[in-house]
C-alpha cells in the first residue's frame, strides 16, 4: 500500500528473477495498491527479485513515506504452496523510502 495522493506508481516491471513467463501487474485499483502475479519459469534461491515498483512523488515535501506489502500467494503451477502460510508480511518490501526524488522499491 502507499499513499496515492502523494505517490504515483509508474510502472511494474518483473525482476531480475523473473526471467520468462507471463507477467501481469495492476496499479491503483483499488487506489493506494499494486498488485502483479502471473506464471514464471522455474526459480530457486534464498533471495529472488520478483518485480520493480517504480514510484514518482505527486507532491514535494520533506521526510520519509512508509511502503508496506503483503503476500497473498506464492505457489507452483500446480498451486502447492511455497514458503509460510499466506497472507504474509513482504518483509523485502516495507521500508521508508526518502521523499523529494523519484525513487523505486525493489
Sequence with gaps: RYD??????LDVVSGADWTSGSFLSTINDPPGRVSFGGTPQPM???????AIIYF???VAFNGNQYFTGTVNTVATIDQRA???ATPRALVAG???IPTGQS???R
Design 56 to 58: 514518482k512523488a505527486k
Design 44 to 50: 530457486s534461491g534464498e533471495y529472488l527479485e520478483f
Design 4 to 9: 496515492h495522493n502523494t505517490f504515483e506508481v
Design 82 to 84: 511455497i514458503g509460510p
Design 94 to 96: 516495507a521500508g521508508y
Design 103 to 105: 525513487v523505486s522499491r
